[in-house]
């Protein structure tokens, strides 16, 4: 209880600053709110005057972070500076289909990076090696945007197995590989590595002295042992696949969080970006708190050196 005491307390300058960092690039971005709101409408400078100073932009900048900082403790972070609405429901209506991408890509990369890497953590420097290495390296190397496209051309146009866009969970299988192939790549060579460390451990040679299988030898003893890198990596790359699936959005054609993140930037909807980043940190954070608990179940010393 104590350790997570400690890390939650750990967590507020890291929410301040990056609070604190979002204000002032939104400040210092060239550009007048009232302007991109009017989008080459006239008004006359009564009028914009009455927008800013409805908008709060009247006031000194010392004033707005202030504000900004106890609205965001409150979770209550204003209005759109384009479409009026309250900025928290803006982006509860685009969380459900950002939440569906990132799973379905969390599932194949998961699933993809698993397998990989235990064939090639299990047979190392042979043809298993090189063939699940050589497409973990394609699946990093590759840009989203082209496998996208690729998959579309192949599986949506060509074969028409799958529709390119749509809702529900067969117009969800392209996208979720798309996400997913990245993931798996880094998973997969991280998963290696830790078996490799693994496997030359004395415990490892005992159980396989006991005769067990090499199935189990690798499924129950060493994997849990090597999952440690791993549930790291995943935790950091669930808080991007919620927050970063912008090309795969855009490719698919698909709404979510990652292209309201990009309008409200080019439109410099300065509320809206700034829920966006509040709710972005808090995930992070909540994200951050379950790989530790994680750590603990997969590895009990883990927890007792917490509690100590």
Do not use: C
Request: hydrophobic content about 50%; glycine content about 10%.
């Amino acid at each position: 209880m104590t350790y997570f005491l400690r890390r939650i307390l750990g967590m507020v300058p890291v929410l301040l600053v990056t609070w604190t960092l979002v204000f002032v690039v939104l400040e210092i971005i060239p550009g007048d709110p009232v302007n991109l709101m009017l989008a080459g409408r006239p008004a006359s400078e009564e009028v914009r005057e009455r927008e800013r100073k409805r908008l709060g932009l009247d006031k000194p900048v010392h004033v707005r972070y202030v504000s900004f900082l106890g609205r965001a403790l409150k979770g209550d972070l204003g209005e759109s500076f384009q479409t009026r609405e309250p900025v928290t429901k803006m982006i509860l209506d685009q969380l459900r289909p950002t939440l569906e991408l990132s799973l379905g890509g969390f599932i194949v990369g998961v699933t993809l990076g698993v397998i990989l890497g235990v064939l090639a953590g299990i047979r190392p420097n042979s043809w298993l090696d090189t063939s699940s290495m050589f497409v973990a390296l394609l699946g990093v190397s590759l840009p989203s945007f082209w496998t996208g496209m690729l998959l579309i051309f192949v599986f949506g146009s060509t074969l028409r197995w799958v529709p390119i866009v749509g809702e529900g969970i067969p117009a969800l299988i392209l996208p979720s590989i798309t996400v997913g192939l990245f993931l798996s790549g880094g998973l997969a060579r991280l998963i290696r590595s830790s078996i490799l460390e693994v496997m030359g451990q004395d415990y490892i040679r005992t159980a396989r002295a006991k005769g067990l299988s090499q199935w189990v030898v690798v499924m129950k003893h060493a994997m849990r042992n090597a999952l440690i890198p791993p549930v790291t990596l995943l935790g950091v790359q669930f808080g991007l696949l919620i927050t970063g699936a912008v090309i795969t959005e855009t490719v698919f054609a698909r709404p979510g969080l990652g292209q309201l993140l990009l309008q409200s930037v080019l439109n410099k909807d300065i509320p809206l970006v700034q829920a966006l980043v509040v709710y972005a940190t808090g995930a992070y954070i909540i994200l951050n708190l379950l790989v530790d608990l994680l750590y603990g179940i997969i590895d009990p010393r883990i927890k007792l050196e917490q509690a100590s």
